[in-house]
């Protein structure tokens, strides 16, 4: 459930991820808007809070930070 807080505080964001051909696009499930696109090859995507966990088809997963874009780690 998304959680709105006004007066300068902190907002909820809730988000989906989709896997596309070439790339994932991320969605605020609150607005149905595409918050970002990010390319590349992949088998799998979780969204986790603020970050979106993306299996690539060598068994690796690349953690990147949904607001920014950048990537955090590949483990």
């Known amino acids: 459930m998304d959680e709105t807080h ?5 907002e909820v964001m809730s988000y989906a991820v ?3 051909r070439s790339s994932i696009r991320i969605v605020n ?3 149905g808007s ?15 809070g603020e970050e979106v966990h993306l299996t690539q ?11 920014t874009g950048s990537t ?3 483990i």
């Open 6 to 10: 006004c007066g300068g505080h902190n």
């Open 18 to 20: 989709k896997i596309e």
């Open 29 to 31: 499930t609150a607005t």
């Open 34 to 48: 595409t918050v970002r696109t990010i390319g590349g090859t992949f088998t799998a995507a979780i969204v986790q």
């Open 57 to 67: 088809p060598n068994g690796r997963i690349r953690v990147v930070n949904i607001r």
């Open 72 to 74: 955090i780690r590949t």
